[in-house]
């Protein structure tokens, strides 16, 4: 079963877990662990450790949600990296960690 990351409600701290794929909640929903209530947020991670590496900068993100906010698209509407500081400021923006 994959895990997915939840935010606790009046903490704000951040945990993990398990559901079924098919039985997993939306983004943005809330459900109770251990009489607690979480809410599920979006865990994706840049990319960008080959892609920079092999490629330099610009790359184009194959993990990242498309037309994601703050981005620059290709056609088919996958996120364009311009630099690491562009990095930077979308994984703080939209919470994600760097692969």
Aim: charged content about 30%; some cysteine; glycine content about 8%.
């Amino acid at each position: 079963m994959p895990m997915y990351e939840f935010v606790q409600v009046d903490t704000g701290d951040k945990r993990d877990f398990f559901y079924r794929m098919d039985n997993a909640p939306c983004i943005g929903e809330i459900v109770e662990h251990s009489g607690e209530q979480y809410k599920r947020v979006v865990n994706f991670q840049v990319d960008a450790g080959m892609e920079a590496k092999v490629h330099g900068y610009p790359y184009v993100s194959n993990s990242l949600p498309r037309n994601l906010e703050g981005c620059d698209t290709n056609r088919q509407g996958k996120p364009v990296i311009t630099s690491r500081n562009h990095e930077r400021d979308l994984m703080s923006r939209h919470n994600l960690g760097r692969d």
